[in-house]
């Protein structure tokens, strides 16, 4: 069973920054992707950030939309990867996913969101 939980939203005015953490326990065997997601009223759930290894190495991708605004990072130690979120706009708002894929010995690879956290940029 693997557990996700996130924190760091909240209320921020527009320019501003906010630090989204995605925390993942259980019994963890290897992390393939680590991500953010967010999904507007609305709207339909969109990638926003992903970090991963793959059988063809690392990768990192980010939403056109979020280029140079957003980072997203990771810390293996710990098991929890983060969002900074700079330069915030209005369109941004949104509820915030964190996802993953992990391998575990009872699941093998499977996909986990978490409980999702709110961004509400004003003006």
């Known amino acids: 069973q693997v557990q996700l939980v996130e924190s760091g939203g909240g209320l921020v005015q527009a320019g501003g920054s906010l630090r989204l953490a995605c925390e993942a326990s259980g019994n963890i065997v290897r992390i393939n992707v680590m991500g953010w997601y967010r999904q507007a009223p609305g709207k339909q759930r969109e990638l926003v950030a992903r970090v991963g290894e793959n059988t063809r190495g690392g990768f990192t991708n980010y939403a056109e939309s979020v280029k140079g605004r957003f980072t997203i990072s990771r810390d293996n130690a710990k098991n929890t990867w983060y969002l900074q979120m700079n330069s915030l706009k209005l369109e941004d708002t949104a509820v915030y996913y964190c996802?993953?894929?992990?391998?575990?010995?009872?699941?093998?690879?499977?996909?986990?969101w978490g409980q999702g956290t709110q961004v509400t940029v004003s003006s």
């Open positions: 996802h993953t894929n992990i391998y575990t010995f009872a699941q093998a690879n499977a996909d986990y």
